[in-house]
């Protein structure tokens, strides 16, 4: 088992959270966090998937490997982490304020957000962006 501990040292120096906007069928904005960790040991990646989950894939580059969560999976890992994270803890705040925004939103899934949901989920957006290390 990958100790929470070394996972948060690799994810410190190797990991990456962001928030990405895309637009839905209907053409509405949609946001979604995204952490991952691209390392190119691809057998410490297997064992953190095997006790975290998350999806791993070869990098479009095709030379280091990416674990990744999305959603409520991400603030998950984020949130298991987040005791022992030093250099993404800035970050790591902004994405769990994030989650929890959503999370107590009604309009979690499949109801359009208002534009004043919308300004402030890009709020985060460009906030993670802005601290980014």
């Not at 928030?19 to 297997?46: D, M, Q, W």
């Not at 998350?54 to 890992?77: D, F």
């Not at 959503?102 to 601290?131: C, H, Q, Y």
Request: a neutral charge; charged letters at 30%.
């Amino acid at each position: 088992m990958i100790d929470v501990k070394y996972l948060a040292g690799l994810f410190d120096g190797e990991g990456h959270i962001g928030i990405y906007e895309n637009l839905t069928h209907c053409k509405h904005p949609a946001f979604r966090l995204e952490s991952s960790i691209h390392n190119n040991h691809k057998g410490v990646l297997e064992e953190t998937q095997k006790d975290y989950g998350g999806y791993l894939w070869l990098a479009h580059n095709k030379k280091c490997w990416r674990l990744c969560w999305q959603g409520e999976e991400a603030g998950v890992i984020i949130r298991t982490l987040y005791p022992h994270l030093i250099i993404k803890k800035e970050q790591a705040d902004l994405a769990l304020a994030f989650v929890d925004y959503g999370i107590s939103n009604p309009r979690l899934r499949g109801v359009r957000l208002t534009w004043a949901e919308i300004e402030e989920k890009r709020w985060f957006m460009d906030e993670i962006k802005r601290v980014r290390v």
